[in-house]
């Protein structure tokens, strides 16, 4: 089967296609042919030697598939050869073929595309398990969401919405604050030409929101505690700005904050299943009457995965990039 390796770590052009064996499919897992993938910040990291994948775990990059199940390892219930499914996978997405643990499928919702079914899994899992599951917002609460025009804020501005939230978010473009906007968000904030603490204390009349969702790090940390009302969750998935941060601890404990974070890729199968059952429950059928979507920018030939690295990086996007590996997108 052809895939898309990393060749050394380093920069996009190391990113090149390669002919491996065809995995043999364990007891709980099915092959999947797969039809489109994902693109996301992680696979940048991992192509840059900074994120290696856990024991166990493809070396191939790609965390989130579309496609047709090929196999079915025993074990399986509930899935079976030519299921049009999506998946959350630990690795190998950018490939002809892949496994996936039958605790992380999903069949792929009414309506939708392989493009658009590859573009769900890793921004929905990594936005259920934090906001809903660790955070625990709740309708009538308000949230701040940085990035909102990326992969995981354009997902996050939707189902916060879904659920009864207000949501504030923060971009770096007029364009992307007006898209931020038009997914739903009550307000964007353009980080470049406002001070989004001084917009949020206006916004919230200045009670705070209840739950940030941060994945720059760095300096953010302090105004994000500063935009916090009484009893709000901080919630860190990501450190685009880096990992160190220094802080006055007062407000945290004035406020009663709960700082917190996760990260998703190395959690249990039996962690993963929960929010799989989650999703399957409470926010497919959102997307199959189309409440929600998944929001694709560009989609990339599988062969030009280092032109969506290039672009993953600049950060020029407004949702989601998908690599093709099928003819067309549509399902059988």
Known sequence: MQVIEILKPGGPDVLVPAQRAMPEVPSGYV????????????????????????????????????????????????????????????????????????????????????????????????????????????????????????????????????????????????DKTAFCKALGADAAINYRTDDFVTCVEKLTDGKGVDVVLDMVGGDYIAKNIACLGIGGRHVSIAFLQGFNVEMNMLPVMLKRLTLTGSTLRARSLDFKAGITADLRQKVWPLLATGAIKPVVDTIFPATSAAAAHTMMEASSHMGKLVLNFGEGNALP
Not at 121 to 133: A, C, Q
Request: proline share 7%; hydrophobic share 45%.
């Open 31 to 174: 092959l999947v042919k797969v039809r489109a993938a994902g693109v996301n910040r992680p696979d940048v990291v991992q192509r840059m030697g900074l994120y290696p994948p856990p024991p166990g775990a493809s070396d191939i990059p790609g965390l989130e598939i579309a496609g047709v199940i090929e196999q079915v390892g025993e074990s399986v219930e509930g899935f079976g050869v030519g299921d049009a499914v999506c998946a959350l996978v630990t690795g190998g997405g950018y490939a002809e073929y892949c496994l996936a643990p039958v605790e992380t499928i999903l069949p792929i919702p009414s309506g939708l595309s392989f493009i658009e079914a590859a573009a769900l899994p890793e921004t929905f899992f990594t936005v259920w398990s934090n906001v809903f599951m660790r955070a625990g917002l709740v309708q009538g609460e308000a949230i701040l969401l940085h990035g909102g025009s990326s992969g995981i804020g354009s997902t996050a501005i939707q189902l916060a919405k879904a659920f009864g939230a207000t949501v504030y978010t923060t971009a770096g473009s007029d």
